[in-house]
């Protein structure tokens, strides 16, 4: 179905951004599967685009817009490119906004020009190895010290860690009666000394998107590197659930319209049994099944955007959109691998990635059964 949700200056935005990445990103995304990161250059080139710092005031030298729909073109013409941009929505969608809504003047000044160019790359570390989805439970704890904080604990699955310049690090500062208080975001920079890297961890998928443990011992965090207010870290985290859920169903929902693309290209072109497996019933029933799911998704989350641009989307909803865009994603990518046949399980054959890329859409900023909790309460549930 026709959608409406864009004007002429997002298709603008969606046509150059589709040439940069035809051109320089999808050739090399093999390459960087084997490293597991995407090279610096390829986040200035796309700032240099404008992507980076789309709500970033033009005095940052950012593009000033209040509208989030230029992120969501950015993640979906990635994903019609067949390509992969390492952290680049942790960056815009997930980084970004926390820096934007809690930084003090001084620290927009020292963050945000390069935040938009790409000289300072992001992370926001949440997950510890004994707390994902109880983030209240976080052991990561930051004492008070004369001029600022001393930081202890560890991070793990975090995305861009091993590249970040920047990293939001989430800290229990304080003992409080409700567990959810007491919480802070203190930016650790790189090379403060007590801050290290670990392992980058061998994933199933997404494999040019580094994904790091990071260690914190004794690590001198500064006052002045205090976003926000001291103890007001799991309102601010609640605050932006809602596009953090909307930007992964964004991402899911254009993944299953790559992943159904690739699918009708291949099944025209391969023979079985002396014609094209596209001619078999089965094959043409199987995709017109997958082409109404994707058409309800596409719905689905064209008004959770529109919703999101008034304001007006809820947690719950975020939930569902993401809930029902992640599982559809799943189904669509594991009935097109099977149309592939073999060659579905080989790297070399899109659909490999697009499988296994889509699994962590159902775990990552909350799981489908955190989610489905959160729709339940919604109900009164
Ligand atoms: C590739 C990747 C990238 C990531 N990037 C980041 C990042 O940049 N920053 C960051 O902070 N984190 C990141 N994460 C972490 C991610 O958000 C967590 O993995 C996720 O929130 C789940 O937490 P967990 O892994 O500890 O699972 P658990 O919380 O241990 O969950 C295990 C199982 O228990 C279920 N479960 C948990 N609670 C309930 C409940 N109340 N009711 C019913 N079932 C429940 C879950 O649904 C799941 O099935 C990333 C993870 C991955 C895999």
Redesign the pocket.
Same mark, same amino acid.
């Given at each position: 179905m026709k959608r409406t949700i864009y004007q002429e200056e997002h298709v603008a935005f969606a046509e150059a951004v589709a040439a940069y990445l035809k051109a320089d990103v999808a050739p090399h995304v093999r390459d960087w599967e084997e490293v597991g990161l995407v090279p610096r250059e390829t986040y200035r080139a796309l700032a240099r685009l404008g992507a980076l710092g789309i709500q970033v005031p033009a005095e940052y030298g950012g593009g000033g817009e209040t509208s989030f729909l230029y992120n969501c073109v950015l993640t979906e013409q990635v994903a019609y490119a067949r390509a992969t941009v390492g %952290?680049l929505r942790?960056h815009t969608d997930?980084v970004m906004p926390y820096v934007l809504a809690y930084a003090s003047d001084e620290q927009r000044r020292r963050w945000l020009p390069g935040m938009v160019t790409g000289d300072l790359m992001s !992370?926001? !570390?949440?997950? &510890?190895p004994g !707390?994902? %989805?109880? +983030?209240a439970g976080l052991a990561t704890n930051a004492t008070r010290t004369a001029d600022g904080w001393l930081l202890n604990g560890a /991070? @793990?699955?975090? @995305?861009?860690?091993s590249q970040a310049d920047l990293v939001i690090v989430?800290a229990r500062t304080a003992r409080t009666e409700n567990r959810r208080g007491g919480l802070s975001l203190l930016v650790v920079e790189d090379g403060m000394p007590g801050f290290t890297r670990g392992r980058r +961890?061998s /994933?199933l998928? +997404?494999l040019a998107?580094d994904?790091a443990e990071l260690f914190f011992d004794d690590v001198r965090v500064p006052a002045a590197n205090l976003l926000g207010e001291e103890g007001q870290a799991f309102g601010y985290l609640s605050g932006n659930l809602a596009q953090e859920r909307l930007s992964i169903a964004v991402n899911a929902q254009a993944q299953a319209v790559a992943a159904l693309d690739v699918t009708v290209d291949y099944v025209r072109q391969r023979n079985v049994f002396g014609q094209p497996l596209a001619s078999f019933q089965n094959t043409k029933f199987v995709l017109a099944g997958l082409r109404a799911q994707v058409g309800a998704g596409q719905a689905m989350v064209d008004q959770a955007m529109q919703r999101h641009e008034a304001g007006e989307l809820s947690p719950a909803d975020a939930a569902a959109v993401k809930l029902f865009c992640s599982e559809m994603q799943g189904q669509v990518v594991d009935a097109c691998l099977q149309l592939h046949g073999g060659y579905g399980y080989i790297r070399e054959f899109d659909i490999c990635r697009f499988y296994a890329d889509a699994r962590?859409s159902r775990?990552?900023?909350?799981? %489908? &059964?955190?989610m /489905? %909790?959160i729709i339940a309460k919604s109900m009164g549930l």
């Amino acid at each position: 179905m026709k959608r409406t949700i864009y004007q002429e200056e997002h298709v603008a935005f969606a046509e150059a951004v589709a040439a940069y990445l035809k051109a320089d990103v999808a050739p090399h995304v093999r390459d960087w599967e084997e490293v597991g990161l995407v090279p610096r250059e390829t986040y200035r080139a796309l700032a240099r685009l404008g992507a980076l710092g789309i709500q970033v005031p033009a005095e940052y030298g950012g593009g000033g817009e209040t509208s989030f729909l230029y992120n969501c073109v950015l993640t979906e013409q990635v994903a019609y490119a067949r390509a992969t941009v390492g %952290s680049l929505r942790v960056h815009t969608d997930v980084v970004m906004p926390y820096v934007l809504a809690y930084a003090s003047d001084e620290q927009r000044r020292r963050w945000l020009p390069g935040m938009v160019t790409g000289d300072l790359m992001s !992370a926001i !570390a949440m997950t &510890e190895p004994g !707390a994902g %989805s109880d +983030l209240a439970g976080l052991a990561t704890n930051a004492t008070r010290t004369a001029d600022g904080w001393l930081l202890n604990g560890a /991070k @793990t699955f975090i @995305t861009g860690g091993s590249q970040a310049d920047l990293v939001i690090v989430v800290a229990r500062t304080a003992r409080t009666e409700n567990r959810r208080g007491g919480l802070s975001l203190l930016v650790v920079e790189d090379g403060m000394p007590g801050f290290t890297r670990g392992r980058r +961890l061998s /994933k199933l998928g +997404l494999l040019a998107q580094d994904t790091a443990e990071l260690f914190f011992d004794d690590v001198r965090v500064p006052a002045a590197n205090l976003l926000g207010e001291e103890g007001q870290a799991f309102g601010y985290l609640s605050g932006n659930l809602a596009q953090e859920r909307l930007s992964i169903a964004v991402n899911a929902q254009a993944q299953a319209v790559a992943a159904l693309d690739v699918t009708v290209d291949y099944v025209r072109q391969r023979n079985v049994f002396g014609q094209p497996l596209a001619s078999f019933q089965n094959t043409k029933f199987v995709l017109a099944g997958l082409r109404a799911q994707v058409g309800a998704g596409q719905a689905m989350v064209d008004q959770a955007m529109q919703r999101h641009e008034a304001g007006e989307l809820s947690p719950a909803d975020a939930a569902a959109v993401k809930l029902f865009c992640s599982e559809m994603q799943g189904q669509v990518v594991d009935a097109c691998l099977q149309l592939h046949g073999g060659y579905g399980y080989i790297r070399e054959f899109d659909i490999c990635r697009f499988y296994a890329d889509a699994r962590v859409s159902r775990i990552y900023g909350g799981t %489908s &059964e955190v989610m /489905k %909790s959160i729709i339940a309460k919604s109900m009164g549930l």
